[in-house]
């Protein structure tokens, strides 16, 4: 539960986004409307990155030179002092102008974990392949771990830092994101989601392997509820939170 913000850690993990790094991160400076203290997980960027971010002077930057999201984003939440973390890709794709309003939405309702949900983007942004392959993803996922999410491949959420380190993550890559969602459902943590716009990447390339991490999500996905015990957590969770 997020009663009240203290402070928020935005939490970025970055590999080759120099051409997108700098307005993501002076929005943040600029409109976040709390104490916080913005983090970059850099990947031993080539193009700049690193440069471009020491440049700005007010990011606390990391370099993780071992590969993987979501093993940059575990990198990245060690260090974090908030007690609300808020994760977004460095990309410029997520609207980081729509902070402000997940954070209001997380202490209104009080819930441990806000996701900025793109399936109400009117500019209908995302990709086809990505498109179908997060609903097909999405589907099993509420339905085996009870919830009604509708986007659980964004990677820009508002979590409870108490939350976040009750659970355990083992997932270094792309399944990072959904292994996160198993955990909190099989916990009880509430999640909710925000409608927020979106927008196709101006500058690099996607560092996801779209294939590679379907099969890496399915198997963590099939392999979490194959615990008998895990379905059923989650359907008395539901139980338990639905009206809250
Ligand atoms: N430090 C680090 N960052 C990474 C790594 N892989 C991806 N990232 C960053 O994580 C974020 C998400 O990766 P993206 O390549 O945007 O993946 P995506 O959002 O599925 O793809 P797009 O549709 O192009 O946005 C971006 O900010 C990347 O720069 C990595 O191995 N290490
Ligand atoms: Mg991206």
Known sequence: MTSKVEMISVVIPTLNEAGNIVEAVTTIQKDLAYPKEIIIVDGNSTDGTKEIVKELGFCKLIIEPRRGYGLALMTGMKKAKGNIIIMVDGDGTYEVRHM???????????????????????????????????K???????????????????GFRAISHEAIDNVELKANDMAYATEMLMQFAKEGYTMIEVPT????RKYGRPKLRRFKSGIEIFSTMFRGILNADTIRKCQENWKKNRFK
């Open 136 to 154: 097909v993803i999405t589907f099993f996922f509420d339905f085996f771990y009870s919830q009604f999410l509708s986007d659980t491949q964004s």
């Open 197 to 200: 716009t979106y927008k196709s």
């Open 100 to 134: 402000n309003r997940m954070i209001a939405k997380m202490v209104e309702k009080d819930v441990d974990m806000v996701l900025a949900t793109r399936m109400y983007d009117p500019n209908k942004a995302m990709g086809l392949m990505n498109f179908i392959g997060n």
